[in-house]
């Protein structure tokens, strides 16, 4: 049992029991769970490095123009937006996994607005989707409310 809640709003939640992991849906939930901690964290941190690409490439100049920053480092908020998002998969997927689909659906914005990047903006939009399968595979494996541990007033 885990008790979820303040003194006065105390409910206790059973905990469910562990997956079968041979459960091809379970299965599918850890790669989808996995890959969207790796991918944003690896991601994010590259955001500081550009080891794997030349990231300032993939902001849209109307984006950029207004902000009080280089495009170099608005890309260091991205990084720390992403490796964010990573976490927040990895210790509560139900929630994470919105943040994550939000976040692509930004990015997939941000690169229809860039002559040459729609057949990346195309994969984003793939990404997209897992993310929002992840979020529904999640409904199963986390239990706990997306807004967990915020407390309703």
Do not use: C
Request: proline share 9%; aromatic share 8%.
């Amino acid at each position: 049992m885990v008790t979820i809640g303040s003194p006065s709003t105390t409910r206790r939640v059973e905990r469910p029991a562990r997956p079968d992991r041979s459960d091809p849906t379970y299965q599918a939930y850890a790669v989808l769970r996995a890959a969207f901690v790796v991918a944003p964290v690896v991601f994010g941190l590259d955001k500081f490095t550009n080891l794997l690409v030349q990231w300032d490439q993939y902001l849209a100049p109307v984006l950029s123009r207004p902000l009080p920053v280089t495009p170099h480092e608005a890309m260091y908020v991205v990084g720390i937006v992403e490796v964010v998002a990573g976490l927040v998969v990895a210790l509560h997927p139900r929630l994470g996994a919105i943040v994550v689909a939000a976040w692509l659906g930004g990015i997939i914005l941000n690169l229809l607005l860039l002559p040459g990047f729609y057949d990346v903006a195309l994969r984003d939009l793939g990404l997209l989707s897992a993310a929002v399968a992840l979020q529904r595979l999640a409904t199963r494996f986390d239990p706990r409310p997306v807004l967990w541990p915020v407390r309703r007033g």
